[in-house]
């Protein structure tokens, strides 16, 4: 089943958030090449963020988001897509 994960990050947490976004490119990676992640989109602003994922239920890929090092400045809804 396909999702889209719609993110947008907590205000004042860029400085926090900074030196973790290299472990978090290296863990979308690593989505990507198991098939969990199908596409990626960032704001021009990188103030919100849009992830296409594959995953069995919403439970599975919020799984899979909460494993990644920004998620903890994460405000985040995912959503089912029609096939």
Do not use: C
Request: charged letters at 25%.
């Amino acid at each position: 089943m396909k999702w889209i994960a719609d993110i947008t990050f907590k205000p004042g947490s860029g400085p926090e958030m900074a030196p973790l976004v290299s472990k978090e490119q290296e863990h979308i990676k690593e989505l990507r090449e198991r098939g969990v992640v199908e596409q990626l989109y960032i704001a021009e602003k990188r103030d919100h963020v849009w992830i296409i994922m594959q995953g069995e239920s919403q439970d599975a890929v919020e799984q899979e988001l909460r494993a990644l090092p920004l998620y903890p400045y994460m405000n985040l809804q995912v959503l089912s897509l029609l096939s």
